[in-house]
């Protein structure tokens, strides 16, 4: 009996990762890393994985994760639960107050939609 609740707690485990949003057979990803877009990398983290959830939705979320965690890039993300990409969005260097331009990233991922 042990061994059968052992395996049953194995195989909620992966059905829970296999249908978490990060590993969605919906989504379509990337791999991407700051030493590729130099100054216009708009995270404080080094890499992290680009994402279309749902590309053949009309309006795609786009997120990004990194360290096991995944944030909401557009607004489409954000109506979806995901957290907002504010705690790794770099503060802009020239411009006090303002944010690393994401349009390329949001782009990116909307490109990973039609492919």
């Given at each position: 009996m042990k061994?059968?609740?052992?395996?049953?707690?194995?195989?909620?485990?992966?059905?829970?990762?296999l249908t978490?949003?990060?590993?969605?057979?919906?989504?379509?990803?990337k791999v991407i890393r700051q030493s590729d877009y130099g100054d216009k990398w708009a995270f404080t983290v080094s890499n992290g994985i680009l994402?279309?959830?749902n590309p053949g939705d009309k309006y795609p979320a786009i997120t990004f994760t990194t360290d096991n965690k995944t944030?909401?890039?557009n607004?489409?993300?954000?109506g979806l639960g995901y957290p907002d990409i504010d705690p790794i969005w770099k503060d802009n260097p020239n411009t006090?107050?303002?944010?690393?331009?994401i349009s390329p990233f949001i782009q990116r991922g909307l490109n990973?939609?039609?492919n």
């Open positions: 061994i059968r609740s052992h395996f049953f707690v194995i195989l909620m485990c992966l059905f829970l990762l978490s949003p990060a590993f969605a057979s919906s989504a379509r990803q994402s279309c959830v944030y909401a890039i607004g489409i993300a954000k006090s107050g303002l944010k690393v331009n990973l939609c039609s």
